[in-house]
């Protein structure tokens, strides 16, 4: 053993950095079972509420007979499964792209897509609050790494105009997932048009959520849906969808550019098929149930209604994600806690993932949280700023 290992435990430990798992009994939803206690949870991606929905488990039933449980090969050996094969016919339609490629997670299908693309001759130009998995993906790739301060596109621009790289790649969360805020896509488009760079757009935190029938953030209305060209869309299949799993949608150059050469899509054994099947209900529901969308725009106007007149305030979000802003680390953690002795989670988030000074609660909504659980968190939240 490395004798550094319990030497690095105890310094985390002191610094009140140590992560620890809790333990989680029941299926996922609104209200979870954690070492026989029930808890209102405010920390899950399961927007819509679809993670425990009947129809799923269902799906999965009948696809586990139809399917089998493992694919037993890579995608490229014997794994690719016609229920794969279904659901990304049918995930290119729902994202109005040309073809799309599922990927074993979101953080594989960053990894490969990134890697894929771009090398030693080009340049990643990258928001410096983007999901690390986009940042791995960037170091791992060799190109020029590139970063610029959040949502700036003047900077961007500089930077995109000053580069003679071979390739250049823009990547951005669409929606930033310790921020809730979003995107400029149009401009990010029309950026990656006129300097010729292709725009990697992540849409773990909007897929399923936003836009027209939760088909993702290039279908908000503001973002002004221009088919173009230059977009590699990514999205997650394990937040709103409530599976497991991710997508690649882009131009059939790319799909198939991405079939030759990304490694995190060849070097690994294919998803259960059976998930697959089940992902094929999950958008159909997705796309169906108007009703849900409806009742997290609900449920986010009633937490802001609920915490106006406290003193830490609600970064502006529009989103599910909404972080309430404390300050210090060790007065978030302190809420946090407290919150957990009433039955409520809600996660604080420190340093480093935030800037210093910037600890906040991150606050996760969903479809299924009734207004009552809306409530009992903006009063517990109310009467703990009271007391501090
Ligand atoms: C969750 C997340 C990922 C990773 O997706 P997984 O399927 O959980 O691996 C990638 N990007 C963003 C922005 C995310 O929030």
């Not at 007979?65 to 339609?93: C, F, M, R």
């Not at 500089?158 to 997932?177: E, G, H, M, P, T």
């Not at 479809?367 to 703990?384: P, S």
Request: aromatic share 6%; charged share 20%.
């Amino acid at each position: 053993m490395f004798p550094d290992l319990a030497e690095q435990l105890r310094a985390r430990e002191q610094q009140g950095l140590r992560r620890f798992r809790q333990v989680v009994e029941s299926p996922q939803a609104s209200h979870i079972t954690i070492d026989g206690r029930d808890y209102l949870a405010f920390s899950s991606n399961d927007y819509l509420g679809l993670a425990n929905h009947p129809d799923l488990i269902q799906s999965a039933c009948v696809g586990a007979k139809q399917y089998g449980v493992g694919a037993g090969a890579s995608h490229l050996i014997n794994g690719h499964s016609a229920a794969h094969h279904i659901l990304e016919d049918v995930l290119a339609q729902f994202t109005g792209f040309p073809k799309a490629l599922l990927f074993s997670t979101g953080y594989m299908a960053n990894i490969g897509v990134v890697t894929a693309l771009v090398g030693r001759e080009d340049a990643i130009f990258a928001d410096k609050l983007n999901h690390v998995s986009l940042n791995d993906a960037a170091l791992l790739s060799r190109a020029k790494f590139i970063r610029f301060p959040h949502l700036d596109l003047t900077t961007l621009e500089q930077r995109l105009a000053a580069s003679n790289a071979r390739r250049k790649l823009v990547i951005s969360d669409a929606v930033f997932s310790m921020e809730g805020d979003i995107a400029p896509i149009k401009q990010l488009i029309a950026l990656c048009e006129k300097y010729h760079a292709l725009l990697v757009l992540d849409d773990a935190h909007g897929f399923g959520v936003l836009g027209e029938k939760g088909r993702g953030s290039l279908f908000l209305p503001d973002s002004d849906y221009v088919h173009s060209p230059n977009i590699v869309y990514m999205a997650t299949l394990g937040k709103a969808a409530g599976v497991f799993g991710a997508f690649v949608a882009a131009q059939v150059d790319v799909i198939e550019t991405l079939i030759q050469s990304a490694r995190s899509y060849i070097y690994t054994t294919a998803t259960p098929p059976l998930l697959s099947h089940v992902l094929l209900t999950s958008l159909k529901l997705i796309e169906q149930d108007e009703w849900r969308r409806d009742a997290l725009l609900r449920n986010i106007a009633q937490l802001k209604n609920g915490l106006q007149s406290l003193s830490w305030k609600l970064l502006p979000s529009t989103t599910p994600i909404q972080p309430l802003l404390v300050g210090e680390s060790t007065e978030a953690v302190r809420i946090s806690e407290r919150l957990r002795e009433q039955g409520i989670l809600v996660p604080a988030i420190r340093p480093p993932t935030v800037p210093q000074g910037m600890a906040r609660l991150r606050i996760s909504l969903s479809a299924a949280h009734q207004l009552r659980d809306i409530r009992r968190l903006t009063q517990a939240l109310n009467e703990l700023a009271l007391d501090s």
